[in-house]
C-alpha cells in the first residue's frame, strides 16, 4: 500500500493518530453538514478550488440546476 502514497509536503503532526481517530466537535460535525447540505464542499475557499482543479473536478464549483434567468 505505501507505494501508492507520497511522502507529507510538511511535518506529519506527533499526535496525528489521536487527530485522526479523534472525534468532531459539535460545531465542526455542524459546519460539514450544512457544507454538504448547501454547497456540496468543505474547506477554504482558494484551497477547494485550487484541489478541484489539480483533481479535474472544477465542473463541481458550478451551481447545480438551470442557471438563473433560463
Same mark, same amino acid.
Given at each position: 500500500?505505501?507505494?501508492?502514497?507520497?511522502?507529507?509536503?510538511?511535518? $506529519?503532526? =506527533?499526535?496525528? /493518530?489521536?487527530?485522526?481517530?479523534?472525534?468532531?466537535?459539535?460545531?465542526?460535525?455542524?459546519?460539514? %453538514?450544512?457544507? $454538504?447540505?448547501? /454547497?456540496?464542499?468543505?474547506? #477554504?475557499? #482558494?484551497?477547494?478550488? %485550487?484541489?478541484? =482543479?489539480?483533481?479535474?473536478?472544477?465542473?463541481?464549483?458550478?451551481? %447545480?440546476?438551470?442557471? =438563473?434567468?433560463?
Amino acid at each position: 500500500m505505501s507505494a501508492f502514497l507520497n511522502e507529507w509536503p510538511m511535518e $506529519r503532526p =506527533k499526535d496525528w /493518530i489521536e487527530l485522526v481517530n479523534g472525534s468532531e466537535t459539535d460545531t465542526e460535525l455542524g459546519d460539514l %453538514r450544512l457544507s $454538504r447540505r448547501v /454547497i456540496g464542499r468543505y474547506g #477554504n475557499e #482558494n484551497w477547494v478550488i %485550487r484541489i478541484a =482543479k489539480q483533481l479535474g473536478f472544477e465542473w463541481t464549483m458550478n451551481s %447545480r440546476g438551470r442557471p =438563473k434567468g433560463t
